[in-house]
C-alpha cells in the first residue's frame, strides 16, 4: 500500500471515530441540559452541547490507543486470563487520563473564552467519571475484538476464495495442456505452421497466467487478454468450426473482476455446446456498465446443457462459489439453458475500477 493509500485510510478511520463520538454528543445533549435545570448557574442548549461534544471528543483522542490495546492483548482462548488482567489494570489509568485531559481543555477553554466560572473540581470529575470511563474503556475494547473476529473472518474468507482459484488452476492446466498437446502432435504432421502458432500461443498463455496466479482480481482487460490467447489455441484447433464475437464497452476494460471469470465459462461452452456439433458454433461475449454493476454475458449456440450437466464441469461450480465468497449479495450469476439452442450465461458485479497491485499485500498469499 502507497503512502497516498494509507493516508487515505487513515484519514477515513478518523473520520468514523470522531463521527461516531459526535453522534453520541448528540444524543446525550439532552440529558446534560435537563440534568441541569436546576442547579443555579442552569446551562443553555449551546452550552450543554459543548460540554457534551469536549467529553465525547476527549475519547476521540484515546480512541486509537485503545483499538491498539485491544489488537495487542486480545481477549482469545490464547492467554485470555494474562490478557485479561492487562486490561483490568489499564482500564484504571485510561480513565483517569481521559478526566485529565478533560480537565485541561475545559481550563484551556474557559481561559480563552474570558469566562470566570471555575471548572470542575478534579476530584468531582474522578467520582463522577471515573467508573462510567472504565466501562467506556471495556466497551471500545470489544469493539476492537469484533474488528479483530471480523478481519480474521475475511482473511479466511479471502483465502477460501484463493483455495478455489488455485484449484481451479490445478483443474484447468492438466486436462487442458493434455488435449491441446495431443492436437499439436496431429498438427505437426498436417500443418506445421497452425502447430507452430498454437504452441506458441500455449507458451503466451501459460506465461500470463504464472504472471497472476497470486492474484485474486485482475482488470476486466487482463482477463480479456487472457480469453483471447486461450481462443487463439481453440480458433487453430477447430479450424474455422469456431467462431467468437467479443462485444465489450471500453468503460468497463479498467473494471475489477475475479482472476479466471471467463476461461473456464468460454471453456465449458466449447466442451459442451460447441464441440460435439460438425458445424462448430458461435460464442458471443458482452461486457457493459449499467447502475454501478458490470454486467457480463457469455452465450453460445451449441447443443445446450443435459439436465444436471449445469452442476458438472471445469468452470461453473468453482465460479458460483467463488463469486458468493468475494461479492456475497452483491453479485447474481444466472444461467439459462436452451435444448439445442445453446446456453446464456449473465453475470452482474459491482463495478469498481482495479487499483494498482504493485504494492498489493493481498498478493503474496
Known amino acids: 500500500m502507497d503512502f497516498k493509500s494509507l493516508i487515505k485510510k487513515h484519514w477515513k478511520v478518523a473520520s468514523a471515530i470522531v463521527g461516531f463520538w ?3 454528543a448528540l444524543l446525550f445533549t439532552p440529558q446534560i441540559y435537563l440534568s441541569n435545570l436546576r442547579s443555579p448557574t442552569p446551562l443553555t442548549w449551546t452550552r450543554a452541547f459543548l460540554a457534551t461534544v469536549i467529553l465525547f471528543q476527549v475519547w476521540s483522542v484515546l480512541t486509537p490507543l485503545l483499538l491498539w490495546l485491544g489488537r495487542r492483548f486480545p481477549l482469545e482462548r490464547h492467554r485470555l486470563l494474562r490478557n485479561l488482567a492487562i486490561h483490568l489494570l489499564l482500564s484504571g489509568p485510561v480513565a483517569l487520563a481521559h478526566i485529565f485531559l478533560l480537565q485541561i481543555i ?3 477553554l474557559l481561559t480563552w473564552s474570558r469566562s470566570y466560572q471555575p471548572p470542575v473540581p478534579l476530584m468531582a470529575l474522578v467520582i463522577g467519571l471515573g467508573a462510567t470511563n472504565v466501562m467506556v474503556y471495556w ?5 476492537s475484538q469484533a474488528i479483530n473476529y471480523f478481519r480474521k473472518y475475511q482473511e479466511r474468507e479471502f483465502r477460501l476464495a484463493q483455495a478455489q482459484l488455485h484449484s481451479l488452476r490445478m483443474q484447468l492446466h492438466p486436462h487442458f495442456l493434455f488435449n491441446t498437446l495431443n492436437a499439436i502432435a496431429e498438427l505437426v504432421y498436417s500443418d506445421p505452421k497452425a502447430a507452430d502458432r498454437c504452441i506458441l500461443s500455449v507458451s503466451e498463455l501459460l506465461r500470463f497466467s504464472l504472471e497472476s496466479h497470486r492474484t485474486q482480481e485482475v482488470t476486466l482487460k487482463e482477463e480479456i487478454d487472457f480469453l483471447e490467447k486461450y481462443l487463439e489455441i ?10 467468437v464475437r467479443l462485444n465489450v464497452d471500453p468503460e468497463t476494460l479498467d473494471a475489477s473482476v475475479p482472476n479466471m471469470l471467463l476461461q473456464p465459462l468460454v471453456e465449458n461452452a466449447i466442451k459442451h ?3 460435439p456439433r460438425p458445424e ?3 460464442i458471443e461475449i458482452h461486457a457493459k456498465r449499467l447502475d454501478g454493476k458490470l454486467h457480463v454475458e457469455i452465450s ?3 447443443l445446450g446443457l443435459r439436465e444436471q450437466q449445469d452442476s458438472d464441469g471445469v468452470g461453473l461450480v468453482n465460479t458460483r462459489e467463488r463469486l458468493k465468497h468475494l461479492y456475497g449479495a452483491a453479485h447474481a ?8 439452442r445453446g446456453v446464456t450465461i449473465r453475470i452482474s458485479l459491482p463495478f469498481r475500477e482495479a487499483e494498482d497491485r504493485s504494492n498489493d499485500t493481498n498478493a503474496d498469499y
Open 106 to 108: 475545559t481550563t484551556l
Open 234 to 243: 481453440q480458433k487453430t484447433l477447430m479450424r474455422d468450426r469456431l467462431r
Open 333 to 340: 450469476f444466472n444461467l439459462s439453458s436452451f435444448p439445442g
Open 280 to 282: 462448430g458454433g458461435n
Open 273 to 275: 455446446g460447441i464441440s
Open 22 to 24: 459526535l453522534f453520541l
Open 139 to 143: 466497551g471500545i475494547v470489544a469493539v
Open 300 to 302: 453460445d449456440d451449441g
